[in-house]
């Protein structure tokens, strides 16, 4: 077969699109409208730090990454399994005590709520480990919130512990994403490793892109407009193909193809050199006593020091929501830090990443699995079509790239 695709973006998804049509022997083109791979994955090196685009974690249970990477190489620096509390006047220590039973005393004593309410954490973890993955997304479905409260989970405990840490992977503050995806993510913690790869997440996408043909990805290329399966960029170069992915972020997919737009959640992330007043944590620390906009505290050279220039910290702030589109985003965030430690006053801004669309809504009831297949040559693929996360783009990738070589082995020769 020497069929020729075009794959519109470079994302996790279109990457992953084009390494599968590639090893079917599938001739592709990947256009992308910025000026390196992976979309929403992607590092930069700034003063000797590593900094990704905006804060990630590698959920080292996702199912996809082992088929796509070898996890050695990525050399992954795991965070301490559990999170670090703000509760307004100090820190709390919460633990998995399934996989750490010497957190047990803290988790048990921590003052974000009832040992009802731990204890109903352990009930639900151990719900969200049993069975599949297709499973937990068959089950019923309704906002987050809902479902806590639905499982007798307190007003504090929510607030204190599942409020900032959902509102940092989910980018919902509100707790208002589909109920399923909120059991996936919490087995995913529960089962596994929340890690990054030593060199940045945008490691993923290069060795993603590593493995195509170096033509094959051609960057600075966006896409305008697609009639039937005939692609017009930006400057009016034109491609005909077979088959068009369009793996572009829902947004633009929406525009592109005139489907519906599957909504955005904002995010921001405040990189700073903390070295004058570090703080020493390797867990994640949450802002149980919603005391600024900042949901999440990551020293992420305690976790990964290759991250930063040998002596130094480097700390991430995490913005989800609204909040991380309000002109005062930094110094809101400062001030917060200061109350937290007030030796964050000499933290030194590196940079500042509000992304707009950080994921899509994923509101209930959420479809995990939608089509990929739009007719007449044209699919679609990205985290929109499954769980916005790593896991859901490249599944989708790989997805749409089956229905692409279904379709062409069905065609009649020509
Ligand atoms: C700050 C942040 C934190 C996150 N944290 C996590 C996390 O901890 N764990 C997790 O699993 N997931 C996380 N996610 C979500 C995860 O990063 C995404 O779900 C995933 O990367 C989406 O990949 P994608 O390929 O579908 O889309 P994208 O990465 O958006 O790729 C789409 C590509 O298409 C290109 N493009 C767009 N329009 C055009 C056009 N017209 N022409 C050509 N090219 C175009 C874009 O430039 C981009 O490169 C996070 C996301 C953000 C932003």
């Known amino acids: 077969m020497n069929e020729d695709v075009v794959i519109i973006g470079a994302g996790l998804a279109g990457l992953a699109c084009a390494r599968t049509l590639t090893a079917a022997g599938v001739g592709v083109r990947v256009l992308e409208a910025s000026d390196g791979v992976g979309g929403r994955v992607r590092s930069d090196h700034v003063d000797g730090f590593t900094l990704d685009r905006g804060f990630q974690i590698l959920l080292t249970a996702y199912p996809e990454l082992s088929r796509w990477f070898d996890l050695d190489q990525l050399d992954l620096r795991r965070f301490q399994p559990g999170a670090t509390i703000w509760t307004g006047s100090d820190f709390r220590t919460v633990g998995d005590p399934i996989r750490s039973p010497r957190d047990l005393p803290s988790t048990v004593f921590a003052p974000i709520g009832s040992i009802a309410d731990k204890l109903r954490l352990l009930k639900l973890i151990v719900s969200v480990r049993r069975g599949s993955v297709p499973d937990l997304l068959r089950r019923p479905d309704s906002s987050t919130r809902a479902e806590l409260e639905r499982l007798g989970f307190s007003p504090r405990f929510i607030k204190r512990f599942f409020e900032p840490l959902f509102a940092g992977i989910?980018?919902?503050?509100?707790?208002?994403?589909?109920?399923?995806?909120?059991?996936?993510?919490?087995?995913?913690?529960?089962?596994?490793?929340?890690?990054?790869?030593?060199?940045?997440?945008?490691?993923?996408?290069?060795?993603?892109?590593?493995?195509?043909?170096?033509?094959?990805?051609?960057?600075?290329?966006?896409?305008?407009?697609?009639?039937?399966?005939?692609?017009?960029?930006?400057?009016?170069?034109?491609?005909?193909?077979?088959?068009?992915?369009?793996?572009?972020?829902?947004?633009?997919?929406?525009?592109?193809?005139?489907?519906?737009?599957?909504?955005?959640?904002?995010?921001?992330?405040?990189?700073?050199?903390?070295?004058?007043?570090?703080?020493?944590?390797?867990?994640?620390?949450?802002?149980?006593?919603?005391s600024g906009p900042m949901k999440n505290l990551a020293i992420?050279?305690?976790?990964?020091?290759?991250?930063?220039?040998?002596?130094?910290?480097?700390?991430?702030?995490?913005?989800?929501?609204?909040?991380?589109?309000?002109?005062n985003l930094e110094s809101d965030v400062r001030t917060q830090l200061a109350s937290w430690h007030p030796g964050a006053r000499s933290w030194e801004t590196i940079r500042v990443d509000v992304i707009a669309h950080g994921q899509p809504l994923q509101l209930p009831p959420l479809d995990p699995r939608r089509s990929v297949r739009l007719g007449q040559g044209r699919y679609v693929c990205g985290d929109h079509r499954d769980t916005a996360s790593i896991q859901g783009a490249l599944f989708s990738g790989r997805r749409a790239a089956a229905a692409v070589l279904a379709d062409l082995q069905s065609k009649p020769p020509q």
């Open 170 to 290: 989910q980018l919902d503050p509100d707790l208002d994403v589909s109920s399923r995806r909120f059991e996936v993510i919490l087995r995913m913690l529960a089962v596994g490793d929340s890690a990054v790869p030593a060199k940045g997440m945008g490691t993923l996408s290069d060795e993603l892109a590593a493995g195509l043909p170096a033509s094959a990805i051609r960057c600075n290329a966006p896409v305008r407009s697609i009639d039937g399966t005939t692609v017009t960029l930006a400057n009016g170069d034109q491609l005909t193909s077979d088959a068009v992915v369009v793996a572009t972020h829902g947004p633009s997919a929406a525009e592109l193809l005139g489907i519906p737009d599957p909504g955005s959640r904002p995010v921001a992330a405040i990189w700073f050199d903390a070295t004058n007043e570090p703080i020493r944590n390797r867990r994640i620390l949450l802002d149980g006593a919603h």
């Open 300 to 327: 992420h050279s305690e976790v990964a020091p290759s991250y930063a220039p040998a002596g130094k910290t480097l700390c991430v702030a995490a913005v989800p929501g609204k909040d991380a589109l309000h002109p």
